[in-house]
T-cell receptor, first 111, second 117 residues
């Protein structure tokens, strides 16, 4: 079983749709959680951290369920520019070398 | 957040040769991380580079194949040695972004796309 699992997609959605991605992690000692966005042929960029109480940043909402060990990302009112691969990233410890990346979920928003 | 300059952005190399990738950060950072992203895959950590000490390698990666230098707090190099086509990949460096809370993120260099022929 992979340490961080994501549905690879692709998720094909029309503009304006709401789409949700889930991610599960296996290490119960995981301490911090992130969603990164990676455009084709580009480096990953931090989209948002995931707080225990859930957090929202504009059209993006992240949720954490520690009991079930899963993280979610909700995107409302999808834009064409949201098309990318979304990486779920889990940090077991505080140091960066404890980062584990999910395989990514590909989103394609169509007109 | 930190700004990282990574070079080269891409290269095509002959098997058996070596390539050195450089990352320059615009601020001093304690740890720098080197990742590999194989085609269609997610990121895998190669090693952690600390200034003044030897790099720490993850399982499956060895110093002879991926020597790393960290001469100061803003710079690091990764060398891919004695390359084979299996080394064709994107190599990325990363640093931790300082933040007031523990929910910090990590910034990545723009990546080096390596093709070994």
């Amino acid at each position: 079983r992979k340490e961080v699992e994501q549905d690879p997609g692709p998720f094909n959605v029309p503009e304006g749709a709401t789409v949700a991605f889930n991610c599960t992690y296996s290490n119960s000692a995981s301490q911090s959680f992130f969603w990164y966005r990676q455009d084709c042929r580009k480096e990953p960029k931090l989209l948002m951290s995931v707080y225990s109480s859930g957090n929202e940043d504009g059209r993006f909402t992240a949720q954490l369920n520690r009991a079930s060990q899963y993280i979610s990302l909700l995107i409302r009112d999808s834009k064409l520019s949201d098309s990318a691969t979304y990486l779920c990233v889990v940090n077991v410890g505080r140091a960066g070398n404890m980062l584990t990346f999910g395989g990514g979920t590909r989103l394609m928003v169509k007109p | 957040s930190a700004v990282i300059s990574q070079k080269p952005s891409r290269d095509i190399c002959q098997r058996g040769t070596s390539l050195t990738i450089q990352c320059q950060v615009d601020s001093q950072v304690t740890m720098m991380f080197w990742y590999r992203q194989q085609p269609g895959q997610s990121l895998t950590l190669i090693a952690t580079a600390n200034q003044g000490s030897e790099a720490t390698y993850e399982s499956g990666f060895v110093i002879d194949k991926f020597p790393i230098s960290r001469p100061n707090l803003t710079f690091s190099t990764l060398t891919v040695s004695n390359m084979s086509p299996e080394d064709s990949s994107i190599y990325l460096c990363s640093v931790e972004d300082g933040a007031p809370s523990r929910y910090y993120g990590y910034t990545f260099g723009s990546g080096t796309r390596l093709t070994v022929v």
